[in-house]
């Protein structure tokens, strides 16, 4: 950052910069180690984000970790036919519906870029599709300045105004720099509005080992952080303790299919290492998990997803996103993210360790039932079964006699059910009637 510097494409922020003791010569900006210093000091530990009620607030920050969906896609596995097509808007409503009655995604994001609305608003029919079919907490994706306008006051509606929805954020505006080491004009005009604003912030990079990193993990990791600081210090000098994440897509691009590889141990290793360097700054972070290079929700889609979530949990990443994610950030589906959703669950009962004391313990339990007794029927075990335990609702340990009776139903088959059955069931809690007329004002002028 002091001797190498970060390209910064728009003037606002190079004048900022600029006023607050970096050098400054044509687009390129150096930072002195003190500035950035201050900045890591100023912006809190934690964030706290509501859900669209102003309720239920997820910490973010330490080693709490919270997992919800990606933005973006350009494709979808089609809940239905299993065809790959473009993305629609009800893809959107669908996921977010989904996410709605699930128990572990914790919130929410667009998943693909909507393909059957004029491209250029398809940011604003993304979050009304969100906004309407779930109450948990949305990170909001804009192309624009006007874009993040529009949702702010979409959002504003639905909190009962702006003052209450900067009070009780329920969404996090998300941009991102470009690697290496560059922030264009749309995403840093993006940063300084949702900075003026006070929302909380994601404005973290993708850079790919060996195309626009360094191929060995640790130049990555030096120049992801370099990426990272330098939009931090941005926030901070705008609005001095502006919540804001650090973190990002942290992989490799493989030299055979020249893909981001989503399946690889080294984001794994790559985004838990950065991991560590945020909980040094004390930061809260955003990081990646549930997701596949497998262009179908099979084996490989299983492996991947399970390890990307335990590897996330364990590394304390706070915002962990693109759960849903298949073909390596290409193709959406419903069933990978009811298959992820699982996976929390069994990584959450893990992470959570055990419980020891006096009556978790229970060694007058163990004494009143000696040798050769019987636990199955004993009042401790009556009382304690189900909150122990974790409880699958796709895993399947039925005899097989039993699995056969029900049908002989593979993961595939009761992933698309249990997709199918919350499409036709599940009901959102809806927007309040002033709230949806606000929003469709918003929409019908764009």
Not at 231 to 250: R, W
Not at 343 to 352: H, Q
Not at 360 to 376: K, N, Q, R, S, W
Request: proline share 5%; hydrophobic share 35%.
């Amino acid at each position: 950052l002091e001797e190498t510097g970060v390209n910064f494409h728009l003037k606002e922020t190079r004048d900022l910069l600029d006023e607050g003791g970096c050098k400054v010569e044509g687009d390129r900006v150096y930072f002195p180690p003190g500035l950035v210093e201050w900045a890591i000091d100023a912006a809190p530990s934690e964030a706290y984000l509501y859900n669209r009620k102003g309720k239920n607030p997820l910490t973010l920050g330490g080693n709490n970790v919270t997992f919800g969906l990606g933005p973006t896609l350009l494709n979808m596995r089609d809940p239905e036919t299993g065809e790959r097509r473009p993305f629609k808007k009800q893809d959107t409503a669908n996921a977010a519906k989904l996410v709605d009655a699930l128990d572990n995604i914790d919130w929410v994001m667009g998943l693909g870029t909507i393909d059957d609305v004029p491209h250029e608003y398809s940011d604003r029919h993304e979050f009304e599709a969100m906004v309407e079919n779930t109450t948990k907490p949305i990170v909001v994706w804009s192309y624009t300045n006007e874009g993040m306008e529009d949702i702010v006051e979409m959002a504003s509606a639905v909190a009962g105004g702006k003052e209450e929805l900067l009070h009780k954020p329920f969404i996090v505006s998300s941009s991102e720099p470009i690697s290496p080491l560059t922030h264009d004009k749309d995403a840093s005009q993006k940063l300084l509005l949702t900075a003026e604003y006070g929302l909380p912030t994601v404005h973290t990079p993708i850079p790919q080992a060996g195309a626009s990193a360094p191929v060995t993990l640790a130049g990555q990791l030096a120049q992801c952080n370099a990426e990272n600081l330098s939009a931090l210090v941005v926030s901070q000098l705008k609005n001095e303790g502006l919540p804001f994440f650090v973190g990002g897509v942290i992989s490799i691009m493989d030299m055979q299919t020249a893909i981001l590889a989503y399946g690889a141990p080294e984001k794994e290793l790559a985004t838990a290492a950065y991991m560590d360097i945020a909980s040094y700054y004390e930061l809260p972070t955003w990081g990646t998990a549930g997701c596949t290079d497998s262009k179908i929700v099979d084996q490989q889609s299983g492996i991947e997803s399970t390890l990307s979530v335990l590897y996330s949990a364990l590394s304390g990443a706070n915002l962990v996103h693109d759960v849903g994610y298949i073909e390596s950030a290409s193709t959406g589906s419903l069933e990978q993210i009811a298959m992820v959703d699982e996976i929390v669950g069994m990584v959450k009962k893990f992470t959570d360790g055990i419980e020891v004391n006096d009556y978790t313990l229970a060694l007058d339990v163990i004494d009143e039932i000696g040798p050769e007794g019987d636990h199955l029927t004993h009042d401790h075990t009556m009382d304690n079964f189900k909150e122990v335990a974790w409880h699958p609702t796709l895993m399947d340990r039925h005899v097989p006699d039993t699995w056969m009776d029900k049908g002989s139903k593979s993961m595939e088959e009761r992933l698309r059910e249990k997709v199918q059955d919350i499409l036709n069931s599940h009901e959102p809690e809806p927007i309040s009637e002033e709230a949806r007329e606000k929003i469709e004002t918003v929409i019908e002028r764009i």
